[in-house]
T-cell receptor, first 114, second 114 residues
Framework: NAGVTQTPKFRILKIGQSMTLQCTQDMNHNYMYWYRQDPGMGLKLIYYSVGAGITDKGEVPNGYNVSRSTTEDFPLRLELAAPSQTSVYFC?????????????FGSGTQLSVL | AQSVTQLGSHVSVSEGALVLLRCNYSSSVPPYLFWYVQYPNQGLQLLLKYTTGATLVKGINGFEAEFKKSETSFHLTKPSAHMSDAAEYFCAVSPSGGYQKVTFGTGTKLQVIP
């Protein structure tokens, strides 16, 4: 069982470049999330989705976009990369219902913008 | 609105000593509370959770936490630290029944000294 899969694991971008961080889950979870993790700052929610076709902003959405065309996939798009977007990005998912509060995390994407 | 405060970004304990990681939360509705653990270069894994019922919850690897509503706390403890416990620990809160957003604390890095 693969769980939550993120690609790539590492990436270096130049300022102004764009890229898409891929995230896919095979647990048929409705809820999916993108977090960024910066040293000493914990995890900040960028965007989340409660189902295919439905997305909403989190705490730090500026500079990012998402889409959710299928239940499985939740890609995160950086259009004009900036040094402030250097971070580790985590995708997560959770099931629906009161017994499914646990978040399942991918292994992360380490992004550097130079 | 909800928030989490973790006291101490770094905690050092000797192997075999008590582990105590502090977490205080604020929430306008009854909360669900979580502790997650992150090992180097990995995503987060759920350690334990409180939703309803018994306020003392037990998790994996001998960890436990007690929900104290009057103190708005959810401290994580383990009677005897093991070298393998060295990791970063995150406390998190979400509204009960609110699947959309989980708010994380800034994390506490636990060092275990042999």
């Amino acid at each position: 069982n693969a769980g939550v899969t993120q690609t790539p694991k590492f990436r270096i971008l130049k300022i102004g470049q764009s890229m898409t961080l891929q995230c896919t889950q095979d647990m048929n979870h409705n809820y999916m999330y993108w977090y960024r993790q910066d040293p000493g700052m914990g995890l900040k929610l960028i965007y989340y989705s409660v189902g295919a076709g439905i997305t909403d902003k989190g705490e730090v959405p500026n500079g990012y976009n998402v889409s959710r065309s299928t239940t499985e996939d939740f890609p995160l798009r950086l259009e004009l990369a900036a040094p402030s977007q250097t971070s580790v990005y985590f995708c997560a998912s959770r099931g629906q219902g009161t017994t499914n509060e646990k978040l399942f995390f991918g292994s992360g994407t380490q992004l550097s913008v130079l | 609105a909800q928030s989490v405060t973790q006291l101490g970004s770094h905690v050092s304990v000797s192997e075999g000593a008590l582990v105590l990681l502090r977490c205080n939360y604020s929430s306008s509705v009854p909360p669900y509370l979580f502790w997650y653990v992150q090992y180097p270069n990995q995503g987060l894994q759920l350690l334990l959770k409180y939703t309803t019922g018994a306020t003392l919850v037990k998790g994996i690897n001998g960890f436990e936490a007690e929900f104290k509503k009057s103190e708005t706390s959810f401290h994580l403890t383990k009677p005897s630290a093991h070298m393998s416990d060295a990791a970063e620990y995150f406390c998190a809160v979400s509204p009960s029944g609110g699947y959309q957003k989980v708010t994380f604390g800034t994390g506490t890095k636990l060092q275990v000294i042999p």
